[in-house]
């Protein structure tokens, strides 16, 4: 049985590790934190796509073991590195992939292959991860180890698109090295694809949200305009929508989060400034733009409260959603952050509801509370900013004062949509 070991055991790396001993594996979820560990290995998952029934069948196998203490490493066949990659004041924090590819390094033996998923700038996985590799070593990448890159496809809460179902980005720093990335990630997904090397692969995804950063900033912008000219840009989007060729319908919101929107782009941005000495202006434009949603909502707040003679300061404000996205309590990068530190500053008395966020990744200052008809009836403004299935639409449009709708999921006398 093939030894494997995946290092980082979050979002991306546990779904990873559970779905290769589910495939006979015998796994190693490396991750340095304790705390982390010790709930894997109690047969608790926090992560929604994997299920705490999920992750003790693989634990009742001993196909699959948590463990954040490094001799656990030795003697791996496939190596997975899935950490975080951050941005540090704009600049890439490459960091953790350092740690771990040193945390890896001395147990490279011949033969044994190292695969990169964690989203970073083209060039990484060759010119950062393989020399790190083989100095300790001594070996060399592509001739006596395996090496490539496969970019994660991670979407949390997603049931249709799963990790098994979505198409699996391949490479390697040679023939031979992809021919062993594409030969693990077979037993794993449905279906694989080859590029030519790591930096194709590298690129492949950051063009994907890249492509979605730019076209939701497009939407954002436009809705804050339509809203000023008083159009319905909603209704005008689904209507695009109709069309059948060559339109890809994308919504306004409250701002991006989770990893890829926030971060992914500016890797490409910093890399091409970096390298080739311009400046990438679609990114740039859209981090603006994003970036900024956030403040935009807050100024919708203000004037809804002042349309009724009401100041920010002193009034209850129910924020709907902590989570960057619908039906997940992945809060990374979360716009309802930012939204809920100026709400806070100037004064607002907030409260907020969301069923799937661990109540200690809540803003500070923020008190969370169950969706209820006394709370709502009890706010000045319910502003919901994710569209969570768990919240009662009806209570909302029966109880509501006034609701700032940032998804245009509600309707009524009582609501207006950002």
Not at 103 to 131: D, F
């Amino acid at each position: 049985m093939s030894k494997v070991v995946v290092v980082g055991q979050g979002y991306v790396g546990l779904p990873v590790a559970v779905r290769a001993a589910e495939a006979g594996f015998s796994v190693i979820g490396f991750d340095i934190s304790d705390e982390k560990v010790q709930r894997l290995a109690a047969g608790d998952s926090f992560i929604e796509d994997i299920s705490d029934d999920r992750l003790g069948g693989v634990l009742s196998t001993k196909t699959y073991r948590p463990s954040a203490d490094p001799a656990d490493i030795e003697g791996f066949d496939i190596a997975v590195i899935s950490v975080p990659t951050p941005l540090s004041e704009g600049i890439p924090d490459l960091s953790y992939i350092e740690s771990a590819a040193a945390a890896l390094a001395p147990y490279v033996r011949a033969g044994c292959t190292v695969i990169l998923e964690s989203t970073t700038y083209p060039g990484s996985t060759e010119e950062l991860v393989g020399p790190i590799l083989e100095e300790a070593s001594g070996l060399t990448a592509g001739v006596d180890f395996h090496l490539g890159y496969s970019p994660e496809r991670i979407d949390p809460g997603n049931r249709e698109w799963t990790f098994e179902r979505t198409p699996k980005v391949v490479s390697g720093v040679t023939p031979a090295s992809l021919e062993a990335v594409q030969g693990f990630f077979d037993q794993l997904v449905d279906k694989t694809i080859a590029v030519s090397s790591p930096k194709e692969a590298e690129l492949t995804k950051l063009i994907e949200n890249t492509f979605r950063h730019v076209n939701v900033a497009l939407v954002n912008e436009l809705a804050m305009f339509a809203n000023d000219l008083g159009i319905d840009v909603w209704e005008a989007i689904e209507a695009a929508d109709t069309k059948p060729f060559g339109f890809m319908k994308f919504t306004p919101g409250p701002g991006v989060g989770g990893h890829c929107l926030p971060i992914d782009p500016s890797y490409l941005s910093w890399r091409v400034r970096r390298s080739l000495g311009h400046t990438f202006r679609f990114v740039e434009l859209a981090n603006d733009i994003n970036e900024h949603m956030p403040d935009y909502v807050v100024q919708r707040v203000v004037a809804a409260l002042n349309r009724r003679s009401l100041a920010v300061r002193g009034q209850r404000i129910l924020m709907l959603g902590l989570s960057y996205k619908k039906n997940t309590g992945d809060a990374r990068e979360a716009p309802s952050r930012e939204i809920a530190k100026r709400l806070l500053a100037l004064g607002a008395d907030l409260r907020a509801v969301d069923p799937y966020v661990d109540p200690a990744q809540a803003p500070a200052g923020v008190e969370l509370v169950d969706l209820s008809a006394e709370e709502i009836a009890d706010a000045d403004l319910v502003l919901l900013v994710v569209d969570h299935d768990a919240f009662d639409r009806d209570l909302l449009g029966s109880s509501a004062v006034h609701v700032l709708d940032c998804r245009n999921v509600l309707a009524g006398p009582n609501v207006e949509v950002l």
